[in-house]
């Protein structure tokens, strides 16, 4: 937390989540101009940072949710993998900076995301510190697991609204299969707003949607700088958190956080 050192170990992060009132997690904030604000506690997890196990043969790497992407993709790099972000599409000038917790729990499109899926597909396993100090573990280095839940699947695109995310387990993809994207370049601006629509509403969505700065046909993503129109079955983010959606409530998450964070510990991660 601020003001109490960087964290050192996994158990230190159990102390600080049980310790504190209410918390923002964080990674290197480099996301928080999509999140509401927060005049409250922070913790970083960015000190927890590292490869734990990288199982070149399987595809497989464990690392701490504080690694840096960009310092993860250069050590799969090395054995010729990676994870599956284009590099050079400037889709968000922090792009070269960030950790892997923040872009699991962020989960926004990338520009590989119609090929390759997004962090959720990627994702295997999760060590997670819950809001009462104890850890959780779900998922496993096999592709194929059948024990347990897969909570991990939930955690991803949590906002940091349900656990803090510690460790990950990821499968990673040979760099040379990274195929080519289709995202047409408009400018290189930070986006203020990322949108998903339907496939029939794309074309008509992007013709009017304001300035651009990126656009997918391919996963029917829009990055702007202006608010977006929004069809039915579109949805959108925006400044400080601001979510739209047009379609039903999606009542999951509220239901996780009566699960997870019953004392409303962990800080919003959007606004409705
Ligand atoms: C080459 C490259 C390409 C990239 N391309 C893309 C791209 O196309 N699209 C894209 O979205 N990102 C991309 N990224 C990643 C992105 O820039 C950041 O890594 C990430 O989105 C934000 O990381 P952060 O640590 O700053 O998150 P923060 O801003 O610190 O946090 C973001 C959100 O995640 C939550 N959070 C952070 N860490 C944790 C945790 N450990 N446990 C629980 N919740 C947590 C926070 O509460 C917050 O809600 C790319 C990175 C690289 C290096």
């Excluded at 993709?73 to 900076?97: D, F, I, M, T, W």
Aim: glycine residues 12%; charged residues 20%; aromatic residues 6%.
């Amino acid at each position: 937390m601020e003001g109490r050192g960087k964290l050192r170990s996994i158990e230190e992060l159990c102390d600080a989540v049980r310790s504190a009132e209410r918390v923002r997690i964080i990674g290197s904030a480099r996301r928080s101009g999509f999140l509401p604000s927060w005049d409250g506690a922070i913790l970083s997890l960015s000190s927890l940072s590292g490869v734990i196990a990288h199982d070149v043969a399987d595809q497989v790497v464990e690392v701490w949710a504080g690694t840096g992407v960009q310092e993860l993709q250069e050590e799969l790099g090395r054995h010729g993998q990676c994870l599956p972000l284009a590099s050079g599409v400037p889709l968000a000038v922090s792009q070269q900076y960030g950790t892997v917790g923040g872009l699991l729990a962020t989960n926004l499109p990338h520009a590989l995301s119609a090929q390759c899926g997004g962090p959720r597909d990627w994702t295997l396993g999760m060590t997670v510190v819950r809001t009462d100090g104890t850890i959780a573990k779900c998922g496993s280095k096999a592709v194929k697991s059948v024990a347990g839940y897969d909570a991990h699947k939930l955690f991803v695109g949590s906002r940091g609204t349900l656990c803090a995310i510690a460790k990950v387990i990821l499968r990673t993809l040979p760099t040379r299969a990274l195929p080519d994207h289709q995202v047409e370049l408009f400018g290189s601006d930070e986006p203020k707003f990322v949108a998903r629509t339907l496939r029939t509403d794309y074309e008509s969505t992007k013709a009017s949607a304001g300035r651009l700065v990126a656009a997918d046909p391919a996963s029917c993503t829009i990055w702007g700088l202006d608010e977006p129109p929004l069809p039915v079955g579109a949805w959108m983010l925006g400044p400080r958190g601001a979510i739209k959606r047009q379609e039903q409530p999606n009542n999951l998450e509220a239901s996780s956080r009566t699960v997870f964070d019953p004392g409303g510990k962990l800080a919003p991660g959007w606004q409705e």
